[in-house]
Each structure stands twice: as structure tokens, then as C-alpha cells.
């Protein structure tokens, strides 16, 4: 019965210690950037070039194609960033991405979905890694959020799991790259 309870407490101390080394290794990060794959329904935690943890995540209600306008339900593809940490979320926790791009700008001022004002109030935020107009015609409040991963169920923002999006807020650091790719 001794041996069992030292069997027992070994396993205990070797669980917490392999626990605390994960987590160490999710909160120090030096350059972390985040990946999302939406047909794999992934999104990838880096540190630098060395991945570190791919969390199961969903889309919104029409995932197919990049964001075009407000209200259509996709999820938008290209380069961004983090320009924002709400700790106060209708869902959660969630990260704000820096949509609309000057590459969306381009478009929809091409297709004169938006205004020359607003294609440089989107060029000048985004210039200066800041938050990007949220409510235009092609749409804005991109969001990597909590709420759960069973089905593509949001507006157009990235969801994961409350649990794994409180880690990944807790991880990256306003400024963080985030690379959405088909």
C-alpha cells in the first residue's frame, strides 16, 4: 500500500509539472502569430516558426470565400493583427482583428461599396496598427472569440471553445500577427 501512494503521489507531482511547463511555454512568448486555416477548421498558435498548439475552431454561417460586404457571413482572408483585448465579451473573451485591410479598402472603393474617406480612414488605422472602422459596407467586428465549436454559427468571426479562447487571450498580446487563410 506504501508503494501505491508514493506511485500515486510521483504521478501526481510528474502531471503538474508537464501542466505547468505547457502553460510556461504558451505565456512566454517572443513572437507569437497565429494562423487560422478555415477549410481545415483550424487555428495555429506560433512562437516565432515553432508551432506550439492548433486549437479546433469554426466560422461564420457561410465560410466559404473572403468577406466581400457587411452581413454576408463569411470570414474574411488575408494579413492582419490583434488591435484589440476585450476581457468583457458577449462571448467570452475575444481578440479583435484588424478587418477591414487597405487591400479590402482597394476593392470596395473599386466597387464603390465604400468612400475615398473611408479607404483612408482604413489605410491610415491600419498604418498605424490601430482599430480599423468597424462599421462599414464591407463589414467589420472581426472577432476570435469563445462560444463554442460545433458548427459554423458566427456573423463572420473565428470561435473556439471558452476554455481555449481564454488561453489563447491570455498568450498573444495586442499586435499579434494573424495570417487567415482559405
Known amino acids: 500500500m506504501k508503494s501505491f501512494k508514493i506511485s500515486i503521489l510521483v504521478l501526481i507531482i510528474l502531471t503538474t509539472s508537464l501542466m505547468s511547463q505547457t502553460k510556461t511555454q504558451i505565456s512566454d512568448l517572443i513572437s507569437p502569430n497565429i494562423v487560422v486555416r478555415k477549410a481545415k477548421r483550424t487555428l495555429e498558435l506560433f512562437d ?28 474574411p482572408e488575408g494579413e492582419f493583427y490583434v488591435f484589440t483585448k476585450n476581457a468583457e465579451s458577449k462571448f ?20 464603390k461599396l465604400i468612400t475615398s474617406e473611408d479607404a483612408e480612414e482604413i489605410r491610415k488605422a491600419i498604418a498605424e496598427m490601430g482599430m480599423p472602422p468597424q462599421k462599414t459596407a464591407l463589414g467589420g467586428e472581426i ?18 471553445k471558452d476554455v481555449e479562447i481564454k488561453e489563447l487571450f491570455d498568450a498573444v498580446p495586442v499586435g499579434t500577427k494573424v495570417r487567415i487563410l482559405p
Open 143 to 160: 472577432y476570435i472569440h469563445g462560444g463554442g465549436t460545433v458548427n459554423d454559427w458566427t456573423e463572420g468571426c473565428i470561435a473556439l
Open 92 to 111: 467570452h473573451v475575444s481578440l479583435g482583428i484588424s478587418y477591414p485591410a487597405p487591400d479590402d479598402a482597394k476593392r470596395g472603393l473599386e466597387k
Open 48 to 75: 516565432g516558426n515553432k508551432l506550439l498548439k492548433t486549437y479546433k475552431m469554426v466560422l461564420g454561417f457561410a465560410p466559404t470565400g473572403d468577406k466581400e460586404v457587411e452581413g454576408d457571413g463569411r470570414t
